[in-house]
């Protein structure tokens, strides 16, 4: 690893950017987390080529894609701890309720006191180019019973995967990065139930990965 601190460019509700930030934070690394504003087109396209997140700057060079900076990461460290086994019963769980918690989502991201939203160009920009005509976020907001009802069973059906509150399949693995961040994603929804299992992993996880979890902004 370099001497200079590395850092982080990220936007704060951005699941990708958590998995980055969770590789750091698994391996107790110290480094500087900066957030673009979301209308910052000219900032990552000067480092990368494209406005992307997250980006890991070292010591003038710059890296995109979060699974590019979690391998670097793990190969750069002393000790590895990717090491677990996969489990595609977690692949199928996170694409089981990808839609409909994408859905729920990104009208509570667009009213949340993320620093990305900081001014209202930033916000405005994110709400062009997220909302849809056909699904008005107002609308999805006053009508999400279902797709909780939907996430909540589907989260009694995660409970019995998860084989320690600190690795999903026992030791630390890719899974772990990708299921933490969907449930972090999910934590800014209100009436979401974690069953106890779910509940003790997420946030063991989220003080073992220094990642917090949203309620606090919680719709």
Known sequence: MSSALPILHVYEHCPFCVKARMIFGLHALPFEKRIFLHDDTTGPTEMVGRKVVPILEENGTFMPESLDIIAHIEKSAPTPLLTGPLNDAITQWLSSIAAPAYKL???RVASAPFPEFSTTSARANFIRRKERAEH?????LDNSTDDIQHINQKLLELAPLIQSPS?????LSYDDLHLFAQ???LSLIRGI????????YRHTMSERARVPLLEVFAV
């Open 105 to 107: 989502l990104i009208p």
């Open 136 to 140: 008005p976020f107002g609308i999805i």
């Open 167 to 171: 690795a999903v399949n026992g030791t």
């Open 183 to 185: 449930l972090r994603s």
């Open 193 to 200: 139930h974690y069953p106890v299992e779910v509940d003790a």
